[in-house]
Every structure is written in structure tokens, then in C-alpha cells.
């Protein structure tokens, strides 16, 4: 038997959800840890927050509202602007998962701007 390490960069980031049970003076988008891999870091952050929340976080009153958005392509960070296309489409009633993932992205100190497209 061979035992292969798989030791990769990793870091801490927030991805955030709907917080369906939030009581009045309480944000209705909260902060999640994970953990995703370098240097690809934006990625898994996007990565992670599609995946949705957790059985426990669920429990807590936690959501991934994407209304028709299937997933995310074409992520790119240049200049402080990050871009990034979301698949499935993109009417005025998917405004939660646009700031999901617009929060999500501004986190990184290379991102000042989010612009999302369909």
C-alpha cells in the first residue's frame, strides 16, 4: 500500500446566504467559512457558495436563494473589477443570488468591483 500525501494550499474565506429566520435588526445575508484551495481562491469562494449551505446551517435558517441561476463561468479579476457570467439566467427576481455572489466576491482585497453578467 502507498500512501500519497495530498497536502495543498488552502485558506479561510466567507461565502454568504439568505438568512430566512432573521429576527428585525439582524442582516438578512450572513457570513459562512469554508475552506477552498490556492491560488484559484475567488473560484472556490463562487465554488462553495453554489454548493450551498450546510445541513446545520439549513437548519439555522440558511439559504442559497438562486431563483433560475444554475452555476457561474467566465470568472475573471483584473484591475480590481471581478466578472463573471451566471449561467441559467438572470431576471429582476434573482437580485438575492446577485448580491450573494457580489458579497462573496468583495471580500478579496484584488476585487473593488463586481460586474455580473448573463
Not at 440558511?62 to 441559467?88: C, I, K, N
Request: hydrophobic share 45%.
Amino acid at each position: 500500500m502507498i500512501d500519497i500525501g495530498s497536502r495543498f494550499a488552502a485558506r479561510r474565506v466567507s461565502v454568504y446566504f439568505s438568512d430566512i429566520e432573521r429576527r428585525p435588526g439582524e442582516p438578512a445575508i450572513v457570513a459562512v467559512r469554508r475552506t477552498v484551495d490556492t491560488p484559484a481562491v475567488a473560484r472556490g469562494a463562487l465554488q462553495r457558495l453554489f454548493a450551498g449551505p450546510t445541513q446545520p446551517e439549513i437548519a439555522r435558517g440558511l439559504q442559497l436563494f438562486p431563483g433560475r441561476v444554475t452555476g457561474f463561468a467566465d470568472l475573471s479579476v483584473r484591475d480590481g473589477v471581478a466578472r463573471v457570467r451566471l449561467l441559467g439566467g438572470c431576471p429582476a427576481r434573482d437580485a438575492d443570488i446577485r448580491r450573494q455572489v457580489r458579497l462573496t466576491l468583495l471580500q478579496f482585497p484584488t476585487v473593488d468591483r463586481v460586474l455580473i453578467r448573463c
